[in-house]
């Protein structure tokens, strides 16, 4: 999973470039800045390290692995269609978080819980990404 991490988010990168006609280098800021404010990054670790027991579990990991790209994507191709047109996207991404501060707010929060705990599971990381959606 650790290797596949980056191809698939150059992949996300091209995929969001190409379909908003945007220049890449932005869209990659814009992706990157994205996932460390809703520590995206931390919860793919998470799903990672979860413990496969049988065959279902790691569909189950890789499927969470899979939405968690799949919100990641379909945010930063958001914000560039919901913002003001900028060579900036830290400026793109606290318009946006205004826009849905209420949800970012309570994104946030089930994260902080969650990174207090010593120990997470399927139940809550499927929450958690599941709640991701609430952000497109």
């Known amino acids: 999973m650790g290797i596949l ?11 969001v470039a190409k379909q908003s006609e945007t220049d890449i280098l932005l869209v990659a800021s814009l ?5 460390k404010e809703l520590q995206f990054h931390w919860l793919r670790e998470q799903i990672g390290s979860l413990r496969i027991q049988t065959h279902w579990h ?17 945010i930063t191709a958001h914000i560039l269609t919901c913002t003001a047109p900028s060579k900036n996207a830290r400026r793109m991404l606290e318009e946006w978080k205004q826009s ?4 970012v707010e309570r994104h946030a929060e089930v994260v ?5 705990r010593s120990s997470l599971d399927f139940a809550l990381l499927s929450m958690v990404v599941a709640g991701a ?4």
Not at 58 to 64: G, Q, S
């Open 5 to 15: 991490s980056p191809l698939a988010s150059a992949l996300d990168i091209v995929k």
């Open 31 to 35: 992706y990157f800045a994205l996932g």
């Open 58 to 74: 790691d569909l189950a990991r890789t499927r969470l692995g899979d939405m968690l790209n799949t919100h990641q994507r379909e």
């Open 100 to 103: 849905k501060r209420y949800a």
């Open 112 to 116: 902080s819980e969650f990174r207090a």
């Open 133 to 136: 959606e609430s952000l497109h």
